[in-house]
């Protein structure tokens, strides 16, 4: 079957660091997508890992585990406007696999 | 650069009555098409895809139906709304990419 987990949600602190998980089990893989969505927006892209490893964009990093089915997006030097939810997407076979997503809760 | 438009925003319709989305892409060509369905404080749920004019994938059986008039036109319909079709549904485009790009959704509340 394919299966994509996320927590449900995260609280974290103003100008501290986050880390949100994402675990999947799919019957092809290519990639591991992050989109970033406030309440009543549209979903907007953050990054898609190929590749295992850390990819840095700004405050923002993704990294992928192929052989442990694991990805997660690390959030640095939070800030208020980063509360939102996060979701990603295994992409398998010409379709996205998608979490139900983490709503991240800033604190000042 | 590409834009994707999705009208109306915001819909209150009655049950039993039908529906029609529309979602147009601008400054592409041949874009493979998406509708899919959130509900409240859930994750995508992918109804319909398409790889071109005419062509429709349905990804899950209901009273919904999608069509592709136009390469950059894609619309969602149905004849008969039910309450469980209320939702945010959202309409994306992608190309060779593979990161899709969504439009501003349109919310539907089925009273």
């Known amino acids: 079957g394919q299966n994509i987990d996320q927590p449900t949600e995260m609280t974290a602190t103003e100008g501290a660091i986050v880390q949100i998980n994402c675990t999947y089990q799919?019957?092809?893989?290519?990639?591991l997508f992050w989109y970033q969505q406030h309440a009543g927006e549209a979903p907007t892209f953050l990054s898609y890992?190929?590749l295992d490893g850390l990819e840095e964009k700004g405050r923002f990093s993704s990294f992928l585990s192929r052989s442990k089915g694991y990805s997660y997006l690390l959030l640095k030097e939070l800030q208020m406007k980063d509360s939102a939810s996060y979701l990603c997407?295994?992409?398998?076979?010409?379709?996205?696999?998608w979490g139900a997503g983490t709503k991240l809760i800033i604190k000042p | 650069s590409q834009t994707i438009h999705q009208w109306p925003a915001t819909l209150v319709q009655p049950v039993g009555s039908p529906l029609s989305l529309e979602c147009t892409v601008e400054?592409?060509?041949?874009?493979?098409l998406y509708w899919y369905r959130q509900a409240a404080g859930r994750g995508l749920q992918l109804l319909f895809y398409s790889v071109g004019i005419g062509q429709i994938s349905s990804e899950v059986p209901q009273n919904l139906s999608a069509s592709r008039p136009q390469d950059r036109q894609f619309i969602l319909s149905s004849k008969k709304l039910l309450l469980s079709d209320s939702g945010f549904y959202l309409c994306?485009?992608?190309?060779?990419?593979?990161?899709?790009?969504f439009g501003p959704g349109t919310r539907l509340l089925v009273l």
């Open positions: 799919t019957s092809g893989f290519n990639g």
């Open positions: 994306a485009w992608m190309k060779e990419s593979k990161t899709q790009y």
């Open positions: 997407a295994a992409d398998s076979n010409y379709q996205l696999i």
């Open positions: 400054g592409t060509s041949n874009p493979n």
């Open positions: 890992n190929v």
